[in-house]
T-cell receptor, first 114, second 114 residues
Framework: DADVTQTPRNRITKTGKRIMLECSQT?????MYWYRQDPGLGLRLIYY???????NKGEISDGYSVSRQAQAKFSLSLESAIPNQTALYFC?????????????FGPGTRLLVL | GENVEQHPSTLSVQEGDSAVIKCTYS??????FPWYKQELGKRPQLIID?????GEKKDQRIAVTLNKTAKHFSLHITETQPEDSAVYFC?????????????FGKGTKLSVKP
């Protein structure tokens, strides 16, 4: 879905480095999410935001922070990257139009922490 | 909070056979149950969903059933084809309000052998 974009698509970094993953959307949705995907563990929620002034921790927020710069932008930061943060990261957006929580995912960012 | 269990974690079927994936949920207030398909190297995408006021929903070769009393729901794929090979995720949520975020199962890797 080209309406949700993520940059970078791939990133290699070293332990201790600070990195930022960015997500942008043109769908006009209020809700945005960051997930990480690991083999066998499915999609785990890191942080979510229901509007610009609302930030909430998800299941696995330790070691991560986020910033909702605008309705369309939601960034995920790893303050000091560690190897077990190596994963595939997805941003997603949704709204509750019709009362249904359909989420639209970005293409993913593959992160390798050495 | 909500917990979603998904089984099996892997499933292999012959082309033309049926495939069934089952999920259970813990929160009796959950009332929206979507299924996402993730093809290799791609993003998860919604394929079908069901609300709690409906017991079954069909869309061509796929169907979802819901048993609210037992708190479980299932995805049924008939006449499987190689392009059905993917990872499938179930999810549950209370739609609306501040608790609308989805809780995902850990995924089922479906392989359809020609």
């Amino acid at each position: 879905d080209a309406d949700v974009t993520q940059t970078p698509r791939n990133r290699i970094t070293k332990t201790g480095k600070r990195i930022m993953l960015e997500c942008s959307q043109t769908k006009g949705h209020d809700r945005m999410y960051w997930y990480r995907q690991d083999p066998g563990l499915g999609l785990r929620l890191i942080y979510y935001s229901f509007d610009v002034k609302d930030i909430n921790k998800g299941e696995i927020s330790d070691g991560y922070s986020v910033s909702r710069q605008a309705q369309a932008k939601f960034s995920l930061s790893l303050e000091s990257a560690i190897p077990n943060q190596t994963a595939l990261y997805f941003c997603a957006t949704s709204d509750l139009r019709g009362g249904l929580e359909t989420q639209y995912f970005g293409p993913g960012t593959r992160l390798l922490v050495l | 909070g909500e917990n979603v269990e998904q089984h099996p974690s892997t499933l292999s079927v012959q082309e033309g056979d049926s495939a069934v994936i089952k999920c259970t949920y813990s929160d009796s207030a959950s009332n929206y149950f979507p299924w996402y398909k993730q093809e290799l190297g791609k993003r998860p995408q919604l394929i079908i969903d069901i609300r709690s006021n409906v017991g079954e929903k069909k869309d061509q070769r796929i169907a979802v059933t819901l048993n609210k009393t037992a708190k479980h729901f299932s995805l049924h794929i008939t006449e499987t084809q190689p392009e059905d090979s993917a990872v499938y995720f179930c999810a549950a949520s209370r739609y609306g309000g501040s608790q609308g975020n989805l809780i995902f199962g850990k995924g089922t890797k479906l392989s359809v052998k020609p």
